[in-house]
């Protein structure tokens, strides 16, 4: 009996890698599994892979936490998890609506294969989890993501579509994967209007969606004033590592922050200095925070769009 469970159970698993190659992840603390993304430019070579995506396995569950740009890449991370455990996955989390985050939402709802069903007890499908502004945000942008996925992936794009969440976070929100909580927490605008922190009281492993960038230059999308201040509050919070949006998992996140806020106060300072001196957009994206070039992958990607991002409103005050 056993060697016919042990065979169903290989099968099984030779069944999943047949469908998809599981994505590479690390366990960068028991039960915690992060996969890093690529520094490539979202206009550029992009692939769907660039945003740090994983997963905390508890007792009696996992969550997920951000899916990828792409059905593709969700489907790969779906396959990692099942390479580790065959606990269901009873959450997946987004930190905030950029499509290189939640593209690979579409992969978890589905069916979820295991090789020893209970007739009794299926499965259920995961409670879909993001902060509450998420939802209208995935509503407002969803045609225009939609669109940006088929010019760069083409039929590749595949299943890939927007999955808004069934649970929403106002405020703080704790969910119990069986002795380990997962602690939300909703931020008030900042690197977007619906940015979500989530902190693994077990190991101390705090993910901060993109509200903190570790070597890719940062990309603003909500407001600068508030992503500042987010930052200050941030750099209070208890972590024994944390898990950037892009780039690799920090000890010291503290150090991490510091640099962070440093191209942004750098980047309104040298913005401000322009308009002051009547110089266009254009000519603000040719110079603004030019200091800070040296210490960021992608800068002369994503410093311009940036400086469009804040110049309207800088201007105007």
């Not at 760069?152 to 909580?181: E, I, N």
């Not at 903190?212 to 407001?223: A, H, K, M, N, Q």
């Not at 920090?250 to 440093?262: F, P, S």
Request: proline share 7%; hydrophobic share 45%.
């Amino acid at each position: 009996m056993r060697r016919l469970i042990l065979a169903a159970w290989l099968a099984a698993c030779a069944c999943a890698q047949a469908g998809a190659a599981p994505l590479q992840v690390s366990q960068v603390a028991p039960g915690v599994y992060v996969h890093i993304g690529q520094h490539k430019d979202i206009e550029d070579g992009y692939d769907g892979d660039i945003a740090n995506i994983g997963f905390v396995v508890g007792q009696e569950a996992v969550a997920v936490i951000d899916t990828g740009g792409s059905y593709a890449v969700g489907k790969a991370l779906r396959e990692a998890i099942r390479q580790i455990t065959r606990l269901p996955i009873r959450y997946v989390i987004n930190t905030h609506v950029h499509p290189d985050h939640v593209f690979g939402n579409a992969a978890f709802v589905e069916p979820d294969p295991d090789p020893y069903p209970d007739p009794a007890a299926p499965a259920a499908p995961p409670r879909l989890v993001g902060h509450a502004m998420l939802p209208q945000a995935m509503h407002v942008r969803s045609a225009t993501y939609l669109r940006s996925l088929a010019r760069a992936f083409g039929a590749q794009a595949g299943q890939s579509r927007l999955v808004p969440p069934d649970q929403t976070v106002a405020r703080r929100l704790t969910l119990d994967l069986g002795g380990r909580k997962l602690e939300l927490t909703a931020w008030p605008r900042a690197h977007t209007d619906n940015d979500l922190t989530v902190f693994d009281v077990a190991s101390g492993t705090l993910w901060t969606g993109d509200l903190l960038f570790v070597e890719r230059t940062p990309s603003i999308d909500g407001d600068v004033a508030g992503w500042l201040a987010a930052t200050g509050d941030l750099a209070r919070l208890p972590a024994v590592r944390t898990v950037p949006g892009h780039g690799p998992v920090v000890r010291d996140k503290n150090r991490a922050l510091a640099r962070q806020r440093d191209y942004l106060t750098v980047l309104v300072r040298d913005v401000r200095a322009s308009i002051r001196a009547g110089s266009d957009m254009a000519a603000a994206m040719a110079t603004a925070a030019a200091s800070e070039r040296a210490r960021w992958q992608l800068f002369d990607a994503v410093n311009p769009r940036n400086v469009s991002a804040i110049y309207p409103a800088l201007e105007w005050e």
